[in-house]
């Protein structure tokens, strides 16, 4: 997925449908409201509730950091 899609101005987080964050290096999607991180597998969001992992608080602040224009 490239940072300029126009499919991610319309994905959401499936838990509190709010707006996610493209982490390339990642090959994932970040919700930093409630810290989960969602893979992007072949290309596909996994954007079930339960393919959300929790990111720890030093994870967090590595990923607003690097985010922060």
Known sequence: M?????LLRILA?????G???LLILEDALYNPRLRRRYPILEG?????PS???PVSDDEHAR????SAP
């Not at 490239?2 to 126009?6: G, I, L, Q, R, V």
């Not at 990923?63 to 690097?66: A, F, L, M, S, V």
């Open 2 to 6: 490239e940072p300029d899609s126009p």
């Open 13 to 17: 987080c499936p838990l509190d449908k």
């Open 19 to 21: 707006p996610l964050t």
């Open 44 to 48: 596909i969001p996994q954007l079930l």
């Open 51 to 53: 393919s959300g992992v």
């Open 63 to 66: 990923i607003t950091r690097r």
